[in-house]
């Protein structure tokens, strides 16, 4: 259980490790709120050490570097999940990290996210690890075919994944991935995909984002559609699995929770896809469609402050801007209803993601 | 005429003059759009220093630190309207400086604005143009008791005024502004004082926000409110001032127009009381109650982008946390439907603007 500390006062620092596009929002929601914040990230051209206070140029195993990054700040949080494992223990055993290194630690290993999933009763494809390639024929025996081989570990925008359509794609699929500790799992025929962004303070309080439709492009998030096409049922079902979620995991921060939406008759079932232990990229319509974004929720909850209103004013399509859609920026800034959001990165590059645009629309029924 | 240039990249450096609160939330737009910052402040605890990627500890006065600063900035722009003269001119001739010089030796000196308003005929307070005591006494002869004097420079927050109620006020008043070249002008009897926040790009283009209606405590705003209550025409008529006087100026970015609103039989008299040629205090509300803030909107008319679209969403009372106020901040960050802006300034002291709060209710009608 986290201990509920006093509010973090304005004016303390909150130490962010990495220095991406997220980590660059958290700090621009920090900054509104009156926080300072420092930034650890080895690389040199990190958007979000021109918006800090103060920059960490350092790789995430420098414990002397850590060290003093955990002394000068008050709490710390981070962008991404994959935080090597001692980095977290470290800093952990230092001061305050949001959200806390169990989440990390299940978030980053997909066998560990399944096993914590089924333990918490939530629907997900039957699943089984996987460690050398006969595995994988063992285990389709039983889940069938078809099916998709995903790497443990370190597997984002559909890097690290392969699909096995029958059992001659196994060894190619194996070679894919890497031959590297994996799952296998059943292909769910999903008709699309939604993602709940969840805040939970460290009170226990919770507050959801109303769910995002996802679509992708070259397995590249594309664009997020609020609201989804779900039913009531479906949406309220998808913010009870999250709230499960985020309870188990007794965590602080914005969770991304990702389902698979099918097609039954009479129901939409629901299969959880992948958690992601921090802000998330289906969650940036929030900036310019609620009252409270998904940047300054990730921000109050881990400085103890309570939640904000999450309540959409505004119906809202976000769209990526990757690699060369940066060029069209002229183009939606010049369209009245889109806000342009551009990272600050120095170089375009393919499947890069350089900036977003949400597209809103002022609707009359408050969420 | 300025120069239509291209739009400036994102990804290229605004330099900002001045590093307090109007500064920092400049800085924070402009990151948004993708953009570095540079500060230029004399004060080392400038909170917008804490969110730019370069700071300038330096005098205004400073022409090797100012020819360093335009150097490694493609634009400049500034939070606060008494950057000093020359400091301007030196910078205008090394680089683009929004808003213009002209703007800005106008809106620092009340008998310039007054003169150049008269020449725009823009109803303004009868008023005359102080030099020594005497001529307080003899223009008060024209204008007539209750009056106003006021410093010519340097004026905020009602510094620098005193009220002339009978002629014997007169040695009183001219030793409590400092014996200062002064404007002395007639008492304008207003039911109420609004703000027109209005944004001008490089090619005329102008989107005014709504006018707000300002609430002032000790002489120092303390809540703006929005919608004004005021007339339809009343609105118009106050857009269209605004317009007059941005175009007149050949003005780039946010201007702010203070309005007193007088009551008479079927209309209500407008007169100007106040030009600023920045970013204001009164457009705070923006932040929340707008598709696209004063802010960003400044950010985008310097850099020649298309302005942003103005439409208020929802309805709003600002209200500023002045000195003391800063300890309420848990309680409005505790209230559902208010959003807290905090600016990371060290010390409270009496007086100063420590942060503000946005109170919006989503309305229906769009504007």
């Known amino acids: 259980m986290n201990k509920v500390l006093a509010p973090l006062e304005p004016g303390s620092t909150i130490g962010i490790l990495g220095g991406g596009q997220l980590g660059r929002m958290l700090a621009l929601a920090a900054a509104r709120l009156g926080f300072s914040v420092h930034v650890f990230c080895p690389d040199e051209n990190s958007p979000a050490f021109k918006v800090a206070e103060k920059s960490y140029l350092f790789d995430y195993d420098d414990e002397k570097a850590l060290g003093r990054f955990a002394q000068a700040t008050d709490i710390i949080t981070y962008e991404f999940e994959n935080v090597p494992a001692h980095t977290a223990a470290y800093l952990s055993a230092k001061t305050a990290l949001h959200p806390n290194a169990g989440a990390l630690k299940i978030a980053q290993d997909r066998l560990a996210e399944r096993e914590f999933l089924t333990s918490t009763d939530i629907a997900i494809a039957p699943y089984a690890g996987i460690s050398r390639v006969d595995d994988i024929e063992k ?92 039913s009531d049922a479906t949406h309220h079902a998808a913010l009870k699995i999250a709230r499960t979620i985020a309870d188990a995991l007794d965590y602080v921060g914005i969770l991304a929770v990702e389902l698979f939406v099918c097609n039954a008759p009479g129901y939409e079932p629901l299969y959880v896809n992948e958690i992601a232990p921090r802000v998330h990229n289906s969650g940036h319509w929030t900036q310019d469609a609620c009252h409270t974004d998904q940047f300054e929720q990730h921000i109050r909850a881990i400085c103890g402050w309570p939640l904000g209103a999450a309540h959409r004013h505004s119906d809202a399509v976000m769209k990526n801007l990757i690699g060369d859609d940066y060029y069209q920026w002229p183009k939606f800034a010049a369209l009245g209803n889109h806000n342009v959001h551009l990272y600050g990165k120095t170089k375009v590059r393919e499947g890069r993601k350089m900036g977003h645009v949400n597209q809103t629309k002022p609707h009359k029924k408050a969420t």
Chains 1, 2 share one sequence.
């Open 139 to 230: 285990a389709l025996a039983e889940i069938s075919t078809p099916a998709v081989l995903k790497a443990s570990r370190m597997g984002y925008d559909g890097k690290g994944q392969a699909v096995i359509k029958t059992f001659d794609d196994i060894p190619g699929a194996w070679e894919k991935i890497g031959c590297v500790a994996a799952i296998v799992e059943a292909f769910i025929p999903f008709e699309r995909e939604i993602s709940v962004i969840i805040a939970r303070s460290q009170s226990g309080e919770m507050v959801a984002f109303d769910p995002g439709e996802n679509k992708h492009v070259n397995h590249i998030l594309d664009q997020t559609l609020v609201p989804a096409n779900i």
